[in-house]
C-alpha cells in the first residue's frame, strides 16, 4: 500500500462525507430567507461542489497522477 | 423554544446600535468578499489567458501535477467549510459546547491544510525544482495564486482563533453574534475560492 493510495482513499472517503454533510445542509437551509442565508446557501452548493471534484480525483476519473518512478 | 431578540445581550438588554447598523455591515462585509472576488478572478483570468496563450501546458520540462495529495488536502479544507458551517449552526441553536467544538475542528482543519499546502511546496520546489521564481509562467501562477489563497487560509485561522477567545470571553449572545457570521462568511469564500484553484490547477 503506497502514499499515493492512501491519500487517494482519504480523499474520496471523506470527499463522500463532506459532500453528503454539504448536501445535506444545503437541503435544511433551503427555506431560509435573508441575504446571508442566500450566500450561505451558494457557498454550500460551491462546497458540496467541490467535494464531488476531490471525490472523483481520489476515483482517478479526473485529474493527473504520475506512474511510478516518473519523478 | 424561545427566540432571542436581535442585539440583545445575555441580559436581554436591546444595543439598539447593533440592531441599526448590521444590515450595513453585513453588506459592508460581502462588499469586501466581492472585492476579494474580484483580486482572485483577475490573477484566475491572467494565469488562463497565459496558459491558453503558450504552446501546450504545463511547459516544456514541467510535469503535471500530481492530484492524488491535492484531493486529499482539498477535502481537509472542504471539510473544515461544513465544520464552520455546523459551529454557526449551533451558536444559533444555543449549543455553546458544540459550538466551540465545531469552531475548534475548524481551526484544525484550516491549520492541517496550510501544513498539507508547505508539504507540497516543499516538494515542488525541493523534490521537482518547480520554483516562483525559475519555473516561467508556471511556477509564478501556480505560486502567486495558491500563496494567495494560503496567506487567505492563514488569516482565517487566526480570525477563527480570535473568535474561539471572544466567544469564551461572552462577547457573542444568542441574538448577537455579527462577528461569528462574518468568520462563517469569509470561511466558506476561502473553501470556495480554493474549489476554482483546484480546479484550474490539478484538474484541466
Redo the contacts between chains.
Keep these: 500500500m503506497n502514499a499515493q493510495f492512501v491519500e487517494r482513499l482519504g480523499a474520496v472517503i471523506a470527499g463522500i462525507a463532506v459532500a453528503v454533510v454539504a448536501f445535506y445542509a444545503l437541503y435544511k437551509d433551503w427555506q431560509s430567507t435573508g441575504i446571508e442565508n442566500q450566500v450561505f446557501k451558494l457557498m454550500l452548493a460551491l462546497l458540496g461542489l467541490g467535494a464531488v471534484l476531490a471525490l472523483l480525483a481520489g476515483l482517478n476519473v479526473i485529474g493527473f497522477t504520475p506512474p511510478k518512478g516518473a519523478y | 423554544m424561545s427566540v432571542a431578540a436581535i442585539g440583545a445581550d445575555a441580559h436581554g438588554h436591546v444595543d439598539q446600535l447593533y440592531v441599526e447598523t448590521r444590515e450595513l455591515r ?2 459592508g462585509f ?1 462588499l469586501f468578499l466581492i472585492s476579494d472576488c474580484v483580486l482572485f478572478s483577475s490573477f484566475i483570468f491572467a494565469y488562463l489567458y497565459l496558459r491558453n496563450s503558450g504552446q501546450g501546458w504545463p511547459p516544456p520540462g514541467i ?10 488536502n ?3 479544507l ?2 473544515s ?2 465544520t464552520m ?2 459551529a454557526l ?1 449551533n451558536f444559533k441553536h444555543g449549543n455553546f459546547m458544540k459550538y466551540m467544538r465545531f469552531l475548534l475542528a475548524t481551526i484544525v482543519l484550516g491549520a492541517g491544510f496550510l501544513g498539507g499546502q508547505a508539504y507540497e511546496y516543499n516538494h515542488l520546489i525541493f ?2 525544482h518547480v520554483t516562483w521564481w525559475g519555473s516561467g509562467i508556471f511556477g509564478a501562477s501556480f505560486f502567486t495564486l495558491t500563496g494567495m489563497h494560503g496567506l487567505h487560509v492563514f488569516l482565517g485561522v487566526c480570525y477563527l482563533t480570535v473568535l474561539v477567545l471572544q466567544s469564551a470571553a461572552g462577547v457573542y449572545t444568542k441574538g448577537k453574534f455579527f462577528g461569528i ?1 462574518a468568520g ?2 469569509y470561511w ?2 476561502v ?2 475560492i ?2 476554482v484553484l ?2 484550474i490547477f ?2 484541466i
Excluded at chain 2, 510535469?63 to 486529499?72: G, I, N, T
Design positions: 453585513l453588506q460581502l510535469q503535471r501535477l500530481d492530484v492524488a495529495f491535492a484531493a486529499w482539498s477535502v481537509v472542504f471539510g467549510g461544513a458551517h455546523y449552526e523534490g521537482e457570521t462563517t462568511l466558506h469564500f473553501d470556495v480554493w474549489v483546484f480546479s490539478y484538474l
